[in-house]
């Protein structure tokens, strides 16, 4: 939903959503986690995941004048996916070749000066 904001060039009113999601989870994770603890961390996830949820689709309708019906999520039209896809898949592609070099980086960088255990004791002369 984020993505079709920004694609109409409004790019203000998905930051604004972003921001609110934030602040939310931040809010709620300090109030949930001295009580739940790691489990108040990810109700105060889930919740602001539903609050980005449910902003959108307001967006879209005041913004983009868009509104999603039922059968939208369903209906799979053929044309339109074919001509996003010649522009999105390679970006796609792009960004998970991106993500892969990253990773294997990472790991490279962790192992380094890293010793193997178990550790061989030491021997006294």
């Known amino acids: ?17 972003i921001l609110t999601m934030h ?14 603890g790691l489990t108040g961390f990810a109700v ?7 609050l980005g949820i449910a902003l959108h689709p307001v967006l879209w309708h005041a913004r983009l004048n ?12 053929r044309p339109a996916l074919a001509s996003v896809l010649r522009i999105g898949l390679p970006g796609a592609a792009e960004n998970i070749a991106w993500r892969l070099s990253f990773m294997v980086s990472v790991a ?3 192992q380094l000066g890293a010793r193997r255990w ?8």
């Open 1 to 17: 939903m984020a993505s079709v904001m920004r694609a109409h060039l409004r790019v203000r009113d998905t930051l604004a959503v």
């Open 23 to 36: 602040a939310t989870h931040l809010l709620l994770a300090l109030l949930l986690m001295p009580r739940l």
């Open 44 to 50: 105060a996830l889930a919740a602001s995941r539903v």
């Open 66 to 77: 868009l509104r999603p019906r039922a059968i939208d999520w369903w209906r799979l039209n």
């Open 108 to 110: 490279v960088a962790g």
């Open 118 to 125: 178990p550790r061989r004791p030491m021997r006294c002369r």
